[in-house]
């Protein structure tokens, strides 16, 4: 069985690759929901719903979030309204939504909600939120003083303004879903995806009991680097580490994760890292990192099961 | 000014000739929100709504409710996830129930949101909720012993129980909108829409201090019969009336009414109730009441004025 560390449009990547590399039914994916957020009264996930529409082959490809053949005309009618509409939910992707708000109302559990919504979508992997409780990824920028919503951060501001602080506010008090401990406690392989390691991956380790499991498992834990050639290849990861005071490098993601995994993959134009790497007590792992296909996506899941 | 005690699709239809027949800026609607409620966490109601899109020319006219050109994608995926989507949403109606929970939540009351709306609309005349409180329509119905919630009763099982007792909860501690009750107080005439007398109407009069302002404007109250040749001409009127032990016809409306409505308009069919409804201390005014189109709907508003 392998568990992966997801957050949404990279780890959607690689674990469409990764469920045609094995049996599917053996990937656990346990989702970052730090960014989960509520607007007009919705309940909306989403690394969730990215990883579940990637996985069903229905998210729109050209984004990398939301789904294929979306209309628009709530968002159009919104606007009209004078609503809230920079964040854009699309006509087909506001049904999660609905869904996932009336089933939380009836009092489920995000859990069993996102079990509902995966086997709807006929997701052969499980998907779990990394917990039900409530972690919210607060952003502090430069010349404001009060925390900013994820989302008000990374989609209404473009995540244009310079981070000073990134918070991860309820994680001391939340529980890590029971299955996704078990999960972390049996597995052949944990994977972190290539994900920011700060918004998507952070909000996950900052949960109690995650980061003694992995120093615990650290053999088998093989961490894929989102920072090709100095940049992250999608979102501000790069920009975020660099405003934090952190190298944004694979020497960066190195230092970030070397104290609880044993490898660091990383991409063939980061191949003269690798002796850096290899002194700061991880192993590196020189790929094609850079998930342009599917089938290139495959390809590198292939060659990172095969590490352990 | 003109005062109209208003449900959903007959008094829309009512209210859309009416603006025509006068200075539409003279007009005021005060609704029934009896039939409110929440569903998928968005805040919904369906008479506002429906009166803001018929006045709006965006109505569609087919169905009487909802919005013309309208498209469905957020049901059809809501309905492959498993979801409730026996109450239609169509995309561009879930614009405004977006905005309206959005706006609610921030604090807003319902008349400012509402105002919000109508205005973004072009509605002309004053569109008023008859309470910023909430007053929730139940329906007791044969063989359970429970109250549904008025859209179970209305749209899930399609008004087709027999109703026992309809119930109107909250409705004493709620207060009048100011700006509906001065209305009432000032308005040269006050009209009763064409509505269902139980369930849109009655929410109306029950709150606290209605009954007795129209007691001292009896003179100016003129209430158009829902009920034509002993059917209601749209809903379950005349059904619910008869369930309910009362007679099912315009005399029906008249023993509702008649205590503080002068007036009452019947359609050219049932003019044979004239003496009757003349013995029952009303003012019996035969006119063609059945709204085929809004120009017909702009003739009879034409004659009701000008009974006052």
Redesign the interface.
């Known amino acids: 069985m392998i568990a992966v560390l997801s957050g949404g449009v990279g780890a959607a990547k690689f674990l469409q690759g990764l469920v045609k590399a094995v049996d599917e039914s053996e990937v656990v994916a346990i989702v970052n929901t730090g960014d989960d957020w509520y607007?007009?009264?919705?309940?909306i996930c989403p690394d969730l719903d990215t990883i579940t529409y990637t996985l069903s082959g229905q998210v729109n490809t050209e984004m990398g979030w939301g789904?294929a053949n979306?209309?628009w005309?709530?968002?159009?009618?919104?606007e009209?309204?004078?609503?809230?509409t920079w964040f854009r939910l699309g006509?087909?992707?506001?049904?999660?939504h609905?869904?996932r708000?009336?089933r939380a109302?009836s009092g489920a559990t995000l859990d069993v909600i996102t079990r509902?919504?995966t086997e709807?979508f006929s997701i052969g992997c499980t998907i779990l939120p990394m917990t039900n409780d409530t972690v919210s990824t607060k952003v502090q920028i430069e010349n404001r003083a009060d925390l900013l919503d994820f989302q008000e951060y990374f989609v209404k501001l473009r995540a244009e303004p310079r981070v000073s602080k990134v918070a991860y506010q309820g994680c001391e008090s939340a529980s890590v879903l029971k299955e996704a401990m078990d999960a972390l406690l049996i597995a052949d392989q944990i994977i972190i995806a290539p994900s920011n390691p700060i918004l998507s991956i952070e909000p996950i380790l900052s949960l109690p009991g995650i980061k003694e499991c992995l120093l615990e498992r650290r053999n088998k834990v093989i961490a894929i680097s989102p920072i090709v050639n100095g940049k992250a290849l999608k979102g501000p990861a790069g920009k975020i580490m660099a405003e934090l005071g952190q190298e944004a490098s694979v020497l960066g993601i190195a230092k970030r994760y070397r104290e609880f995994a044993k490898y660091l993959v990383i991409d063939n134009l980061d191949i003269e890292y690798s002796g850096e790497i290899r002194n700061s007590s991880m192993e590196p792992v020189v790929l094609g990192t850079v998930m342009t296909t599917p089938d290139v996506a495959t390809g590198l899941a292939k060659e990172i099961i095969r590490l352990i």
């Open positions: 607007l007009h009264g919705l309940k789904r979306e209309t005309n709530a968002m159009e009618s919104l009209i309204l004078g609503g809230e006509d087909r992707d506001l049904a999660t609905l869904y708000t009336q109302q509902e919504i709807a």
